[in-house]
T-cell receptor, first 116, second 112 residues
Framework: GAVVSQHPSRVICKSGTSVKIECRSL??????MFWYRQFPKQSLMLMAT?????????EQGVEKDKFLINHASLTLSTLTVTSAHPEDSSFYIC????????????FGSGTQLSVL | ELKVEQNPLFLSMQEGKNYTIYCNYS?????LYWYRQDPGKSLESLFV?????AVKQEGRLMASLDTKARLSTLHITAAVHDLSATYFC????????????FGTGTRLAVRP
């Protein structure tokens, strides 16, 4: 089945630095990818929709200048957390819809970001 | 605005027992998903339900959908410890561009 690869799985960084997270669809093309954030023991909240060849669409309350999204190709989307602060520490998950109407969505393995 | 609620939020059950997790959503939807999440891990797809009356089963888990009531259930039969995890339902509306709205999650602990 379709697979979505996400890297890194875990990252620890200092406050003020930037962190890039990659999300790749391995055996299918994804014109759209989704980025979610999950705080401990909470549900997943959609941050933004990444669109290949155009600007990302951000959900209300998500700072587009802080969370930069680039959908460089049909198989790669990146999320860059700029000038990270401790409150950005969270579990970030990407997902990509397959082309079939009856297919399940595919999620990356997630990235645990810890900002010191 | 689409809202998705699950109950219970936390469920402690004994091995061998049956129980049901409920997922209510506020507006019409096109697809409803159930996912499992283990601590520190990403989501594992369990079921996708497309139409009213849909029922899917895999192992000890069975999911159903009632679109008129805007309700989906995840039924656990004869629970085993390996089923301990957090379960999320998620609702998708095509008109919103395939975006998912997740439920609050149900943390299931199966004890011996």
């Amino acid at each position: 089945g379709a697979v979505v690869s996400q890297h890194p799985s875990r990252v620890i960084c200092k406050s003020g630095t930037s962190v890039k997270i990659e999300c790749r669809s391995l055996d299918f093309q994804a014109t759209t990818m989704f980025w979610y954030r999950q705080f401990p023991k909470q549900s997943l909240m959609l941050m933004a929709t990444s669109n290949e060849g155009s600007k990302a669409t951000y959900e209300q309350g998500v700072e587009k200048d802080k969370f930069l999204i680039n959908h460089a190709s049909l198989t790669l989307s990146t999320l860059t957390v700029t000038s990270a602060h401790p409150e950005d520490s969270s579990f970030y998950i990407c997902s990509a819809p397959s082309t079939g109407w009856n297919e399940k969505l595919f999620f990356g393995s997630g990235t645990q970001l810890s900002v010191l | 605005e689409l809202k998705v609620e699950q109950n219970p939020l936390f469920l402690s059950m004994q091995e061998g027992k049956n129980y049901t997790i409920y997922c209510n959503y506020s507006t019409t939807s096109d697809r409803l998903y159930w996912y499992r999440q283990d601590p520190g891990k990403s989501l594992e797809s369990l079921f996708v339900l497309l139409s009213n009356g849909a029922v899917k089963q895999e192992g000890r888990l069975m999911a159903s959908l009632d679109t008129k009531a805007r309700l989906s259930t995840l039924h656990i039969t004869a629970a085993v410890h390996d089923l301990s995890a957090t379960y999320f339902c998620a609702v998708e509306k095509k008109s919103s561009g395939d975006k998912l709205t997740f439920g609050t999650g149900t943390r299931l602990a199966v004890r011996p």
